[in-house]
């Protein structure tokens, strides 16, 4: 398995709240993902990486914002959490040569 | 806008048989089209990637097609065992200039022992 982890693995927290879900890689991949599952509407991508300091946005990416300093590390953050923003996020990595996306574990994350 | 649709959402089959999922794209210019298998609270495993310039690509009872000009994939999978329910999903990724992968929704197999 790709060495991906996702930190927190579960958050609860309240409407109005900075909150920050970081990926961490050890494949030292070009390229790094953030994406949303919700039921009904399958994998959303929020925002992506294509270096380090190199971000793009993606198809949701409205109230979030990302900055990945170090290639290793890509953090997701919720400037300002709201309900609409409860969801399981997964991040994902590839090297772009095989272009085969590699996911972590996932994020649970409630927002009351 | 690319739209990635997989039909039917559900399956339920006996053990030891052999089935297909479907993944349908709107639009044929492709760079890659990728399986996943997604474990009840899991994250998503790489199964099969298929290259614009491939027909299909096989891994152990796994096979999986793709046929841009009709804008359709299929996943093929032999001798299904109880241990191959899942979640099964596409995303296409698109030309290249992007890093941006679309996913399709997912078919739920659930093969009974």
């Known amino acids: 398995d790709a060495g991906i982890t996702q930190s927190p693995r579960h958050k609860v927290t309240e409407t109005g709240t900075p909150v920050t879900l970081r990926c961490h890689q050890t494949?030292?991949?070009?390229?790094m993902y953030w994406y949303r599952q919700d039921p009904g509407h399958g994998l959303r991508l929020i925002h992506y990486?294509?270096?380090?300091?190199?971000?793009d946005k993606g198809e949701v990416s409205d109230g979030y914002s990302v900055s990945r300093s170090k290639t290793e590390d890509f953090l997701l953050t919720l400037e300002s959490a709201t309900s609409s923003q409860t969801s399981v996020y997964f991040c994902?990595?590839?090297?772009?040569?095989?272009?085969?996306?590699?996911f972590g574990p996932g994020t649970r994350l409630l927002v009351l | 806008k690319q739209e990635v649709t997989q039909i039917p959402a559900a399956l339920s089959v006996p053990e030891g048989e052999n089935l297909v999922l479907n993944c349908s794209f709107t639009?044929?210019?492709?760079?890659?089209l990728q399986w996943f298998r997604q474990d009840p609270g899991k994250g998503l495993t790489s199964l099969l990637l298929?290259?614009?310039?491939?027909r299909e690509q096989t891994s152990g009872r796994l096979n999986a097609s793709l046929d841009k000009s009709s804008g359709r994939s299929t996943l093929y999978i032999a001798a299904s065992q109880p241990g191959d329910s899942a979640t099964y999903l596409c995303?296409?990724?698109?030309?290249?200039?992007?890093?941006?992968?679309?996913f399709g929704t997912g078919t739920r197999l659930k093969v009974l022992a």
């Open positions: 990486s294509y270096g380090v300091k190199d971000t």
């Open positions: 994902a990595i590839s090297d772009g040569a095989q272009e085969t996306q590699y």
């Open positions: 639009d044929s210019a492709i760079y890659n």
């Open positions: 298929i290259q614009s310039s491939q």
């Open positions: 995303a296409v990724k698109l030309t290249s200039g992007t890093y941006k992968y679309i």
């Open positions: 494949e030292n991949h070009r390229y």
